[in-house]
């Protein structure tokens, strides 16, 4: 009898019990897990990951995984004696450049995080953009150059970011047939656009239109700070998109943290409830802000 009190056991017994209204509210939904690069190199914590997603598929919740390897891609082309330079978070990305982050996303890292859920017991199918025609393209305007490569006026230099793509239609039939055959999807941010040509789609920004084209309810960027970090590195718990503004504008946000910040804004204009930027290097971070009162990382809702 005296086991029953055991501290330990009740605690575990509340966590179960707090995560209960939380199972109810979100049975049936579809949530996008947009698994980052930066957030993947520790193969216990990819497993700590793996065990989340097939959670969340057993108690009836429909994760979508979206993944993104830019450190991966960066190694590769390192390698291969490639030089690599970024504009505002996105890679300026010739053609050879193109086909090497599809070799590393479509096909490495992509089988690596299906073989991942496989042994935490789930059924994952591996595709990309390309595949069921799921992903069109279109070209990212090219967006003014940083200050450190302005011209010699001063001006900041215009830079053709090349393969760099933005889906333009999304196709969900793919995704659905894979969830309502009871597995995970593991997306690729690959694209392919009207004349077949393989663009390189910045993984934030794939995981956001997924989720606007999909209706999800959540949408996940786990990547490897605790959340957005105001200029002291304390982290902003909630922001609205008019607070993303503003932070882009006073240099707060910087590099990778852009696009996240602006897929964020886009999928809640487009009906997700809410997004959340996540620390994947915590384990089990997902599932602790899911599953109990204390949220972690940054909150983004409309
Ligand atoms: N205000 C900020 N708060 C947190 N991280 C920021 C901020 N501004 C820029 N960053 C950068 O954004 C990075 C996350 O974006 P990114 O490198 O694209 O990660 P991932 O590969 O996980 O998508 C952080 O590692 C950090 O260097
Ligand atoms: C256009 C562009 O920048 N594409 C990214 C795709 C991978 C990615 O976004 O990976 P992370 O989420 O790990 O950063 C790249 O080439 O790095």
Redesign the pocket.
């Known amino acids: 009898m005296s086991q029953n009190h055991d501290p330990a056991m009740l605690a575990k017994a509340q966590t179960l019990t707090e995560a209960l209204p939380y199972l109810q509210r979100y049975a049936g939904k579809t949530f996008v897990v947009?698994y980052?690069?930066?957030a993947m190199g520790d193969p216990e914590l990819a497993q700590d990951f793996a065990e989340d997603i097939v959670l969340l598929k057993a108690v009836g919740i429909n994760p979508v995984v979206v993944h993104?390897?830019?450190?991966q891609?960066?190694r590769m082309l390192k390698a291969l004696g490639i030089e690599s330079k970024?504009v505002d978070?996105?890679?300026v990305?010739d053609k050879q450049t193109a086909e090497v982050?599809e070799m590393v996303?479509a096909g490495a890292i992509n089988k690596e995080l299906v073989s991942w859920i496989a042994r935490a017991g789930g059924k994952a199918i591996g595709i990309s953009g390309k595949d069921g025609g799921m992903v069109i393209a279109r070209k990212v305007q090219s967006k003014k150059a940083p200050k450190a490569i302005e011209g010699e006026d001063g001006d900041p230099i215009v830079v053709d970011?090349g393969f760099?793509g933005e889906p333009d239609r999304i196709d969900t039939t793919v995704i659905d047939t894979i969830v309502n055959a009871g597995m995970i999807p593991v997306i690729a941010?690959i694209g392919v656009g009207p004349d077949g040509e393989t663009y390189?789609?910045?993984?934030?920004t794939m995981a956001g239109a997924i989720a606007a084209a999909l209706g999800a309810s959540r949408l996940f960027l786990l990547t490897d700070v605790p959340g957005v970090l105001d200029k002291d590195k304390n982290l902003l718990t909630d922001l609205r998109p008019a607070d993303i503004a503003r932070l882009a504008e006073d240099g707060t946000i910087s590099g990778?943290m852009i696009p996240k910040l602006e897929t964020c804004v886009h999928a809640v204009e487009a009906g997700c409830e809410a997004t959340v930027v996540l620390d994947g290097r915590v384990p089990h971070a997902m599932l602790l802000e899911i599953f109990t009162a204390r949220g972690a990382g940054t909150l983004i809702r409309a």
């Open positions: 947009k980052g690069g930066h993104g390897g830019g450190p891609i960066g970024f978070g996105l890679r990305t982050a996303l970011l760099v941010p390189n789609i910045n993984a934030d990778g």
